[in-house]
């Protein structure tokens, strides 16, 4: 059905035959992260070698080929075993045999969802936050809705960077390389065997791409690499890092992005019906398709832009104008110019990205050059959409803020993905057959009003208890590793309590998210932690390599460690990922997002948290200023204010304010048998509020309803 099916069956084949014959089926399941997503699947891989499981990363492929082969023999002896194995692959066969979604797009014309990062799952190191988790929610929703699409994106050799902390708190990098040959994925060929190369020229170099297959469910994820022995040690590195420090290497990776990938569709015989630009990274492609449409009809480049326009549609991830990046003249020409000269002249490509075109010193902008290129913008929250209608009011000469067309369809999650442990165990008893296929509709999560509050609370606290536990491990290794001394060390194991209020922050530690309310009233925190009714912290998150302020901030929390009761109450857990975030969001009561507004296009972590059963204390920005009904959750104002000393002051304050005023003591109000009746009733109120309407489904249903069609 879709370009390398043929790589994928014989990919299949050959791992099946490595392995003893009644778990062959297995080779099937670890080609396709639907299992990661399907319940069961991860158990299934962990059944067969725990340990080996942990060390591969929870890499399917690796765990086959790696696991000695008695414990591969002694699974295949368990009929249990073999049952379950043989369940999946039906369940999965089954999946794949439903009629696609009839509409906008077919298998022969998918819509083809461009992106520079996927978080699709932690073995698949080529995400580095939100807007890769999100990307990677979508192909997963598209998948449940069986909505024909196809990914395009980059294989990130070594990914983004890892993360060490040391005993001063200061942020350390390193990358991991990655062998795609181990990883579940297919080197696409074509019909004559030959692995599918297109060529982009980048900087006076014909840049050789070739194209790998990660399925996603049903939807086939096209990742271009140009690590080839033709190219030369440039053209090599282009696809090396994600978020790599060069500019001059960015602006080469969206060539390939954009450029390498229209190629690669058209390669491979797909013919989008559409393309959706996620963020103006892939908004080069765009001088592939002019010339494509030029070559084939001769049109002149106006009339050609008017035809490519139909097939594109761009959400904006950037509320603020210094994230959109710019490049200027000289860049642009040195590694573009060849691009530009595909559609007849240079001076276009630099004046499409201009917001004054006409302006030749104004530096040019991916951003700006998908705007005006896409018959469709989105921002991605409500208040998200505001913003960006001012902000890009002047691409719109003539028009009112209120006519600027940027609409927006708020962000979501993927519930299969993040509804985990007891809660998905409760609300699967509760909710009813087949709920998830319909958890947009408002009515699917009524029965929650209908779970005893002993249940929901019973599910609040084994998920906790999962949390802690993991906080004492992981603490554990990273306090050791840093070369910690013995006794905080041991803290953390001692120290967490499953029982105690936990509060998490953990994101991108971006300078706006603003990690450092947090250490902001020194005496407040301590305070709190070690209180009457005690709390415990947990934060995680990276810091770009080069934000020196943002790394400033985690040196500022690591200060108060040495706070009497800290260190068993409070741990940063290093080197956040996917796994991390799914554990944290499962397990903490309290999540915590106070960006600077309006800073916040979205958020998603949040959403997370909510299908866990987590309570949002946050400011009002994102998708926190359409959520909040006052009944659901905690906010802070979201008022924007040039001032931002103060305001830091004024929000750090109504943060405290909301822990020990109503946060803490609501926690600590408990009937006779020990719930705490009125959090139970928030916690409901949160899930039932936030369930529906925050779920990757309601994102996708919005967007074929208002983008796609
Ligand atoms: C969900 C997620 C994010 C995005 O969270 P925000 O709320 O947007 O900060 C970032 N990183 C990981 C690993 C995630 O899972």
């Given at each position: 059905?879709?370009?390398g ?7 299949i084949a ?11 089926p297995?080779?099937r399941?670890a ?5 990661s997503?399907a319940v069961?699947?991860a ?9 080996r499981?942990?060390r ?21 002896a ?18 794949r ?14 819509i083809a ?17 939100g807007?890769?988790?999100l ?17 395009v994106?980059l294989?990130?050799?070594t990914g ?7 005993v001063t708190?200061?942020q350390?990098e390193?990358w ?9 994925c297919?080197k696409v ?18 840049v ?8 996603v ?12 022995p ?7 590195w ?15 990776q ?6 390498g990938?229209?190629r690669?569709?058209r390669?491979?015989g797909?013919?989008?019906a559409?393309y959706?630009l ?9 001088f592939?398709?002019l010339?494509?449409?030029q070559?084939?009809t001769g049109?002149?480049?106006?009339q050609a832009w ?10 904006t991830?950037?509320p603020?104008p ?10 642009v ?11 007849g002249?240079?001076?276009?490509l630099?004046s ?15 951003t700006v050059?998908?705007?005006?290129s896409?018959r469709?913008?989105?921002?991605v ?8 209608r ?11 803020v ?5 609409s927006?369809v ?12 007891p809660m998905?165990?409760l609300?699967?008893?509760?909710l009813?057959?087949g709920?998830?296929?319909r958890?947009d509709?408002?009515?699917?999560w ?7 509050a002993?249940?929901?609370?019973a ?10 536990d993991?906080i004492?491990?992981r ?5 050791l ?7 905080y060390?041991?803290?953390v ?5 499953p ?5 998490g ?23 709190l932690i ?15 390599p080069d934000?020196?302020?943002?790394k ?6 690591f ?6 009761g ?6 940063f ?19 915590v ?5 309006p800073?916040?296009a979205?958020?998603t972590?949040g ?12 400011v009002?920005?994102?998708w ?14 979201g008022?924007?204010d ?15 304010d909301?822990l ?9 109000e ?7 009746q009125r959090?139970?009733e ?9 369930g529906?309407r ?6 996708l ?9």
């Amino acid at each position: 059905m879709f370009a390398g099916d043929l790589d994928m069956t014989a990919a299949i084949a050959e791992l099946a035959k490595s392995l003893p014959e009644p778990l062959r089926p297995l080779a099937r399941i670890a080609f396709d992260y639907r299992w990661s997503w399907a319940v069961g699947g991860a158990a299934l891989f962990e059944a067969i070698d725990p340990e080996r499981w942990a060390r591969t990363g929870q890499n399917p492929r690796r765990l086959l080929t790696e696991t000695q082969r008695a414990l591969l023999e002694r699974a295949a002896a368990d009929t249990d075993f073999v049952d379950r194995v043989e369940r999946m692959r039906s369940e999965l066969e089954a999946d794949r045999a439903r009629p696609w979604l009839p509409g906008v797009a077919s298998p022969a014309h998918p819509i083809a969802f461009c992106c520079s990062e996927f978080g699709v799952h932690d073995s698949l190191p080529i995400y580095s936050g939100g807007l890769g988790v999100l990307a990677g929610d979508i192909l997963k929703e598209a998948s449940d809705l069986a909505l024909p699409m196809v990914g395009v994106g980059l294989l990130y050799r070594t990914g983004y960077f890892h993360q060490k902390i040391d005993v001063t708190g200061l942020q350390h990098e390193y990358w991991i390389d990655t062998d795609p040959d181990r990883l579940p994925c297919v080197k696409v060929t074509g019909i004559d065997g030959r692995p599918v190369t297109v060529s982009v020229p980048i900087h006076g170099e014909h840049v050789t791409v070739q194209v790998w297959r990660v399925d996603v469910g049903r939807v086939p994820l096209y990742l271009l690499d140009t690590d080839l022995p033709v190219n030369s040690q440039v053209g090599r590195w282009i696809t090396s890092r994600l978020y790599e420090g060069s500019r001059l290497i960015r602006l080469a990776q969206y060539a390939v992005l954009g450029v390498g990938g229209v190629r690669v569709l058209r390669a491979l015989g797909i013919e989008p019906a559409l393309y959706h630009l996620n963020e103006g990274h892939p908004a080069l492609g765009i001088f592939e398709m002019l010339a494509q449409v030029q070559a084939e009809t001769g049109k002149d480049i106006d009339q050609a832009w008017q035809q490519v326009r139909e097939k594109i549609v761009f959400t904006t991830h950037t509320p603020v104008p210094a994230g959109n990046e710019t490049y200027q003249r000289g860049e642009v020409l040195t590694m573009l110019g060849a691009i530009a000269d595909m559609v007849g002249h240079r001076e276009r490509l630099l004046s499409m990205g201009r917001v004054n075109p006409q302006d030749a010193n104004e530096a040019s902008s991916m951003t700006v050059l998908a705007m005006r290129s896409s018959r469709h913008v989105n921002a991605v929250s409500q208040r998200h959409g505001q913003v960006a209608r001012a902000m890009w009011q002047t691409l719109y000469p003539g028009r009112s803020v209120d006519e600027v067309p940027i609409s927006h369809v708020t962000n979501g999650v993927h519930v299969a993905t993040w509804l985990r442990g007891p809660m998905r165990e409760l609300l699967d008893r509760y909710l009813g057959p087949g709920w998830l296929s319909r958890a947009d509709q408002p009515e699917t999560w009524l029965p929650v009003q209908d779970i005893p509050a002993g249940e929901l609370w019973a599910a609040r606290c084994a998920a906790r208890k999962q949390l802690t536990d993991m906080i004492a491990r992981r603490g554990t290794s990273d306090r050791l590793r840093r070369g910690e001394p013995l006794d905080y060390v041991e803290a953390v194991s001692s120290g967490f309590d499953p029982d105690r209020l936990t509060i998490g922050f953990a994101r991108r530690l971006a300078t706006y998210k603003r990690l450092h309310l947090v250490a902001h009233l020194p005496e407040r925190a301590i305070a709190l932690i070690g209180g009457s009714h005690p709390v415990q912290f947990v934060f995680a998150g990276k810091a770009h390599p080069d934000d020196v302020a943002a790394k400033e901030v985690v040196r500022e929390v690591f200060r108060l460690k040495m706070a009497a009761g800290v260190a068993g109450r409070a741990a940063f857990l290093e080197d956040y990922d996917l796994t991390l975030a799914s554990q944290l969001v499962a397990g903490c009561d309290v999540w915590v997002n106070v960006p600077r507004p309006p800073n916040e296009a979205s958020g998603t972590s949040g959403m997370k948290s909510c299908l866990g059963g987590g309570l949002q204390l946050s400011v009002l920005d994102g998708w926190w200023a359409e959520a909040w009904d006052g009944t659901n959750g905690w906010a802070i104002s979201g008022e924007i204010d040039g001032d931002t000393q103060a305001q830091d002051q004024r929000h750090a304050h109504a943060m405290f304010d909301l822990l020990e005023q109503e946060i803490v003591p609501m926690f600590h109000e408990r009937d006779a048998s020990g719930v705490p009746q009125r959090w139970v009733e928030m916690m409901r109120r949160s899930l039932q509020t936030h369930g529906p309407r925050f779920s990757a489904t309601r994102m996708l249903r919005d967007y074929l309803a208002q983008v796609y069609s």
